[in-house]
């Protein structure tokens, strides 16, 4: 049971590039999330997907866009790459039971440099 | 809407000391609170969580928090300090349904000194 797993751990791109970061989980949760960490700032959500096929706006989208065409992946692609993007991110997942809210479950993170 | 506010981004502490990271919620509904904890260069891993059973939550590693409704605070304490809980602590929130979104605290970095 890997858990959340994220690919790659770190990738330097240069500004207008453009790249996929992937999400992996094997505990056949519903929800998955995208999330930023910047320092001083906590984490910051980006987009999350309460499904299949589902994908929502979070705190900060701008630059970013998602997918989730299977309930395992969760994709987090920047089409053109800029500075303000040099950040660590961060998939989690989760799920619910009843309608009843449940922790969120990490990955190590990918850091990403934009020069 | 919930928000988080974490008050000291950075708290240092002699081994073996209590630890007390201060944690205040604003939410419309009742909450549901949790703490995370980050070692260097790794994921967040859950310490404990609040979700409206016992006031007093026991979590990982010898910590605890307490809901105070009247005081809308989730303060996380631990008896003595030790080396290893060097690491940086997030409070975060969230409410019932809409996803399980979690509005973090800006973080604390907690220093356990010798």
């Known amino acids: 049971n890997a858990g959340v797993t994220q690919t790659p751990k770190f990738r330097v791109l240069k500004t207008g590039q453009s790249m996929t970061l992937l999400c992996a989980q094997d505990?056949?949760?519903?929800?998955m999330y995208w999330y930023r960490q910047d320092p001083g700032m906590g984490l910051r959500l980006i987009h999350y997907?309460?499904?299949?096929?589902?994908?929502a706006k979070g705190e900060v989208p701008d630059g970013y866009n998602v997918s989730r065409l299977k309930k395992q992946n969760f994709l987090l692609g920047l089409e053109s790459a800029a500075p303000s993007q040099t950040s660590v991110y961060f998939c989690a997942s989760s799920f619910t039971i009843g309608g009843a809210s449940y922790e969120q479950y990490f990955g190590p993170g990918t850091r990403l440099t934009v020069t | 809407a919930q928000s988080v506010t974490q008050l000291g981004s950075h708290v240092s502490v002699s081994e073996g000391a209590l630890v007390l990271l201060r944690c205040n919620y604003s939410s419309s509904v009742p909450p549901y609170l949790f703490w995370y904890v980050q070692y260097p260069n790794q994921g967040l891993q859950l310490l404990l969580k609040?979700?409206?059973?016992?006031?007093l939550v026991k979590g990982i590693n010898g910590f605890e928090a307490e809901f105070k409704k009247s005081e809308t605070s989730f303060h996380l304490t631990k008896p003595s300090a030790h080396m290893s809980d060097a690491a940086e602590y997030f409070c975060a929130v969230t409410l019932t349904g809409g996803g399980n979104k979690l509005t973090f605290g800006t973080g604390t970095q907690l220093k356990v000194e010798l």
């Open positions: 609040y979700t409206s059973a016992a006031t």
């Open positions: 997907s309460v499904g299949e096929g589902t994908t």
């Open positions: 505990m056949n949760h519903e929800y």
